[in-house]
Each structure stands twice: as C-alpha cells, then as structure tokens.
C-alpha cells in the first residue's frame, strides 16, 4: 500500500498570495502534477491540517477544485488554519468525518486498508498552537484500545514533540505528554504522522516514530534557536509518500520541481561510469 501525505497547503481565495508572497495555489496544482505523474499510483492521500488560511468556506472550493484531478481517497485532519465546520462540509461526501455540528473531527478507518487510519483533531479555534484535551486523549486511548492488533497509522496537524525551532514550540502542542503516555501503551501504533511545521523532521514519542510533512508551497525556516524569530524561507516543496510493505512502514521525503537528471551510474556495459 502506498500512501502520499500532503500538508500546510494554505489554499487562499482565488488570486490571493499567502503573505503577499507565497501562489500556494499554483503550487498545489504543481503537486498534484506531480502526484498524478507517480508510478505506481499512490492508494490513499492525506492531508494533514492547514488546509487553507483562513477556514472559509470559500477556500475550501478552491482547494477542492485544486485536488479535483485526483482519482485517490483524500483523507484529512484539521489545522490551526482551518475551520471545523467549513471543514466538515467540504468533506462531508468522504463519509468518514463527524456529522455532528461543533465536534471534534476525529475518526478511524478501520477495514478499508492493511493500516488502520486513526485521525486526531488538535485544533484550539482562534489559535496557532494545538492541544490534546482530556475528551480528545480518552477517545484516543479507546479507540486504539478496541484494536491492539491492528498495524496503525495516527494522523494529526501538530506534532507531539519539541522541535527546536522556537516560534514554533510556542504554538506546541498541548497534552502531549500524555499522548505520549497512551502511545506507550499502544505499540501497534506504526508511525504518527503530522503537520504544521513545513519541514520533515521526526521524533520518538512513548517509544513510537513521529514525522513531521515538508509543505508544498513554503517551509519554515530552520532555526534551532529557542528565540527563532517567525520566518519562512522558499526551499524545495515537497510531499511525503509512506510504502506499507510486508508489514514494515518505509517513508520518503519527495521534491517538488524541474531538477537536473535522472543519470546513469553505470555505462551501457555495466561499468561504474568515474
């Protein structure tokens, strides 16, 4: 099974730039280009929070009509960016997220993959951190409880951990010791996959691996200083492509763009080419 993960989209109204700077609808459309040229095709798309910038409703029209030459299932989790209800709507036809109005979307897809699929709603509304509320942790804590067997995927915009970078472990997660504490307790937990920081990083959290997503449009500026001052920088876009192969998770980090090559190592009689 083949997964590709995409996050931190920050779709805007048609002809707005993110920051006056960043065209993240032009280069979503330059991602999904590159997802449709995959070989093979991935199964499944996530998309992990900051769907769009400003949670309207408008918006997510205009991140729909983006996806739209996508033939995948599209899964997704909310951000500090979206807006639960718009949110909601927009996906209402997936089936998958809560239809009671002001709810957490938090969700499992259970008997449609090799992988469970659990997703988790760390969104504060008005916020840019997130938080892991008593309600959310026990629904967690539940609902891997009910399949301790079963290989699974935990998706969610911010990442459980410390980064480094410190404008951004200001708006941290909050509860995360004690998501780490229920992932100690759930070692059929994979892999948790997460957002929000617009780079790939990862982690160990109560003995579980932890990724964070580059964005396709801007990243944050790496900076391991607690006093990172809030920038940005226009690296390499990128997206995550997740391989579940014979019971083992195998991610990869891929570039967006035009880039030199492919070229051979070795010439046409099998010599290493020096």
Request: charged residues 25%; aromatic residues 6%.
């Amino acid at each position: 099974m083949l997964i590709a993960q995409i996050t931190d989209t920050h779709i805007k109204l048609p002809g707005k730039l993110a920051y006056k700077k960043v065209d993240t609808a032009a280069m979503l459309e330059r991602c999904v280009q590159e997802l449709l040229a995959l070989k093979p095709q991935p199964d499944l798309i996530l998309l992990t929070g900051d769907l769009v910038d400003l949670g309207r409703p408008e918006e997510y029209d205009h991140l729909k009509s983006i996806l739209a030459p996508l033939q995948q299932r599209i899964i997704v989790v909310p951000g500090n960016h979206d807006e639960r209800n718009a949110m909601r709507d927009a996906f209402a036809h997936g089936g998958y997220l809560p239809a009671q109005r002001d709810s957490f979307l938090q969700f499992s897809i259970d008997d449609d993959y090799p992988l469970r699929i659990v997703g988790l709603d760390t969104l504060i509304p008005g916020q840019g951190g997130g938080e892991l509320c008593a309600e959310r942790l026990d629904w967690l804590d539940k609902t891997l409880g009910q399949k301790p067997d079963a290989p699974t995927l935990v998706i969610m915009h911010h990442p459980p951990f410390e980064t480094g970078i410190g404008h951004m472990d200001k708006i941290g997660l909050k509860g995360r010791e004690d998501f780490a504490a229920i992932m100690a307790r759930h070692k059929q937990v994979e892999l948790i996959l997460c957002g929000h920081l617009h780079r790939t990083i990862r982690a160990d959290v109560g003995g579980r691996p932890a990724l964070t997503c580059p964005s396709p449009a801007h990243q944050v500026a790496l900076d391991i200083d607690p006093e990172a001052p809030s920038q940005f920088r226009m690296e390499p876009p990128g997206f995550m492509l997740h391989w579940w192969n014979d019971g083992r998770l195998i991610s990869h980090t891929a570039f967006i763009g035009d880039y030199d090559g492919p070229y051979p190592f070795f010439d046409a009689s099998g010599k290493l080419i020096d």
